[in-house]
């Protein structure tokens, strides 16, 4: 019980926060206009990949999603690259104490990598830290507010809560970022059909 109530706090916090970012996830890209050239390049061709990933008849989405997730990946820096990468290969490993370890080291040298908040936060989701990962979720999304998957994790977690209507919320901002992705649909669809059994 003691543990439960350590999981639920941060949950509970996370969650109050998480409400006003939900509801602005997919309008803003949150682009900052002080950037240098090669970034401001890089920043706009990410724009145009997510606006054709956005369109629900986009036959070339599997290529689309791989070019703006290997954009995301991407620190600027090798050091940091390759400290992503062995957190990214411990988590696909199963190991998510190992990989937490190593997303946290990204994030204490480099706090604007969205993509190492999102790797711990899928690190503590499957340590069942639930808390932790909501908050790293927050960051992804303040970082990030595009980012398709961070949402999608919302959903889940929100979904594993009972808070049905806050996972739909979640889901449905997903997929008016990236409509293909076909586990959250079907997840969103199961959540609709439950809520309108519940009605009736």
């Known amino acids: 019980m003691a543990q439960a109530k350590r999981i639920l706090n941060p949950v509970v916090a996370a969650t109050l926060t998480l409400t006003s970012i939900l509801a602005a996830a997919p309008l803003s890209l ?47 820096s090798p050091t940091i690259d390759y400290l992503f990468q062995r957190g990214q290969e411990a988590l696909q490993a199963g190991q ?57 994790g919302l959903g889940q977690i929100m979904e594993q809560l009972n808070r049905d209507q806050d996972a739909q919320r979640a889901y449905r901002a997903s997929l008016a970022i990236h409509p293909h992705q076909q586990g959250v649909i079907e997840a969103l669809h199961r959540l609709e059909l439950a809520s309108e059994g519940q009605a009736l």
Do not use: C, K
């Open 30 to 76: 949150g682009i900052s206009a002080a950037i240098a050239t090669p970034a401001a390049a890089q920043t706009s061709d990410l724009a145009t990949l997510l606006d054709d990933l956005s369109d629900p008849q986009q036959e070339r989405w599997m290529r689309i999603e791989r070019q703006i997730l290997r954009q995301w990946g991407q620190s600027g």
């Open 96 to 152: 998510a104490e190992t990989a937490i370890s190593h997303f946290s080291a990204v994030i204490d040298y480099a706090p604007d990598f969205a993509e190492a908040w999102n790797g711990r936060a899928t690190a503590y989701f499957l340590a069942n830290r639930l808390g932790q990962s909501l908050s790293d979720i927050e960051q992804v999304l303040r970082l990030n507010p595009q980012h398709f998957g961070a949402l999608a």
